[in-house]
Nanobody
Framework: VQLQASGGGLAQAGGSLRVSCVASGRNADRYGWGWFRQRSGKEREFVSA????????YYADSVKGRFTISIDGAKNTAYLQMDSLKPEDTAVYYCAADRHLNSIYYRANGYAYWGQGTQVTVSS
């Protein structure tokens, strides 16, 4: 299983960006998905997660109401739409997946597969 992340880039505070992650592998359309980020000098932290259908979603308090996770099962792709960006959202964003969304969706060890990370920079 491979995850390929794309998107991200540079935005001004208050702006928007979208990151995407495509999975290749068997039954990828049934994966549980997660997004994490790692700010400079900080540990990797949970951002959002979703079930394979997108019907169940979770968000970190820091992004709730500003970020939206969505899943396109036909394309084996997860998206993270980031609106009302803040400078503190600057980080490397990682997508993650596993065969199902489990109870430790907010922990990195809840996922077996990881993408390579994509940089998001928000200027003030």
């Amino acid at each position: 299983v491979q995850l390929q992340a794309s998107g991200g880039g540079l935005a001004q505070a208050g702006g928007s960006l979208r990151v995407s992650c495509v999975a290749s592998g068997r039954n990828a359309d049934r994966y549980g998905w997660g997004w994490f980020r790692q700010r400079s000098g900080k540990e990797r932290e949970f951002v959002s997660a979703a079930s394979w259908s997108g019907a169940t979603t979770y968000y970190a308090d820091s992004v709730k109401g500003r970020f939206t996770i969505s899943i396109d099962g036909a394309k084996n792709t997860a998206y993270l739409q980031m609106d009302s960006l803040k400078p503190e959202d600057t980080a490397v964003y990682y997508c993650a997946a596993d065969r199902h969304l489990n109870s430790i969706y907010y922990r990195a060890n809840g996922y077996a597969y990881w993408g390579q990370g994509t940089q998001v920079t928000v200027s003030s």
